[in-house]
């Protein structure tokens, strides 16, 4: 960001990190599959959190387009 003359913001950072910790939401595909032979695991239950963890990477990505959008709107100003 220091390359493109970007004040690094803390929202920002944050913003990174909660993206990233969205993307660990793969590891609920990991315990789906495992939900096929170990009867421990409720596959229905699996599946519904994923779904959530898919809605919460759509909401994220919507807001990180909009939070892109308004810093290039406000460079361009």
Avoid: F, P
Wanted: glycine share 6%; hydrophobic share 45%; with cysteine.
């Amino acid at each position: 960001m220091s390359t493109l003359g970007i004040a690094i913001r803390t929202y920002k950072v944050y913003a990174a990190w909660i993206g990233e910790k969205a993307g660990q939401a793969a590891g609920w595909r990991t315990l789906l599959t495992l939900a096929e032979t170990d009867h421990r695991l409720n596959a229905d239950k699996v599946e519904a959190l994923i779904s959530r963890a898919e809605r919460q990477a759509e909401l994220l990505e919507e807001i990180r387009r909009h939070a892109a959008d308004r810093v290039i709107r406000c460079r361009a100003a």
